[in-house]
């Protein structure tokens, strides 16, 4: 079977790449996002830091 045909992957693969933009770029009226409100997050990330994250710089 093809990834294009299995619609559960293509479900799991949609949701874990909307976690990071739900929970660190998108922020409310405030400008806070749901990480800054938990203390996750210091502030919010722009997508290109999360795209490009090298933890060995």
Same mark, same amino acid.
Do not use: K, Y
């Given at each position: 079977? *093809? $990834?294009s045909e299995n619609t559960s *992957?293509?479900?799991?693969? %949609? %949701?874990? %790449?909307r976690l990071p933009y739900t929970n660190y770029i998108k922020t409310d009226a405030n400008g806070?996002? $749901?990480a800054m409100r938990f203390g996750l997050a210091?502030? $919010?990330v722009k997508f290109?830091?999360?795209l490009y994250f090298w933890p060995w710089k």
């Open positions: 079977m *093809l $990834p *992957l293509q479900a799991r693969i %949609s %949701s874990i %790449s806070v996002t $749901p210091r502030g $919010p290109e830091d999360i």
